[in-house]
């Protein structure tokens, strides 16, 4: 990405921040559900499953952080998040955003089921890696957005998921439930890792970012 791309002139200094904002809602897909033995097309089954999640087939309205600010040429926020990405061309036709991803070994089980599942929902994301220490395992990777488009106006992906998982062995087991929205496109090779009580539902939709001019 170059800066004298993003002003049209030659003075890198003076294009930045350079902020973007969520303009329209360019597609939204039907709800999928799966379970461990494939696609469920029940429309009452998916209906029933997704009913108590607010974000599925949600009309678009933007809302004031929905921005993206490129702070350089090279490193970008989304929305108010603390974060920053680096921000890189892929080709012609595509940004990414890069954030390291590290899981250590603090928290519940069930917290950290949650934090890999919710990783490897992404398509994506880079692998996991794990180390092992006295007692411990350590998860490393990195976070990966890639929106279609131009410095000036791109398409920020967006799924919004459902995810019902058996967690423990069988004489403690229990179902956590999590939810949510991620910057990021399915991975179904994510699938593979359900069991026979998991129920993933998700829908990828994509919205338009492009430069403020005010």
């Not at 926020?77 to 061309?89: E, F, M, N, P």
């Not at 603090?106 to 398509?123: C, F, H, I, M, N």
Request: aromatic share 10%; glycine share 8%; net charge negative.
């Amino acid at each position: 990405m170059t800066a004298c791309s993003k002003n049209g002139g030659g003075d890198p200094a003076g294009a930045f921040p350079m902020e973007l904002k969520a303009v329209a809602l360019e597609s939204r897909g039907d709800v999928k559900l799966y379970t461990k033995s494939g696609e469920v097309k029940d429309k009452e089954m998916i209906a029933n499953f997704i009913a108590s999640e607010a974000g599925f087939n949600a009309s678009f309205e933007p809302q004031p952080d929905n921005i993206i600010t490129f702070m350089t040429d090279s490193t970008a926020q989304l929305g108010i998040s603390a974060i920053r990405y680096k921000a890189a061309r892929e080709g012609s036709d595509a940004i990414v955003f890069r954030s390291p991803f590290i899981l250590g070994p603090a928290g519940p089980r069930e917290v950290q089921w949650t934090a890999l599942d919710t990783y490897r929902l992404s398509k994506h994301n880079d692998p996991l890696q794990m180390f092992h220490s006295p007692g411990e395992i350590l998860y490393k990777g990195e976070a990966v957005i890639r929106c279609e488009g131009i410095d000036e106006s791109f398409l920020l992906p967006i799924m919004i998921y459902k995810l019902s998982r058996r967690i423990g062995d069988a004489g403690q087991a229990s179902i956590n439930v999590v939810s949510g929205k991620l910057f990021n496109e399915f991975n179904e090779d994510f699938l593979t890792t359900l069991g026979d009580k998991d129920t993933v539902a998700y829908q990828q939709s994509y919205v338009r970012y492009s430069i403020n001019k005010e």
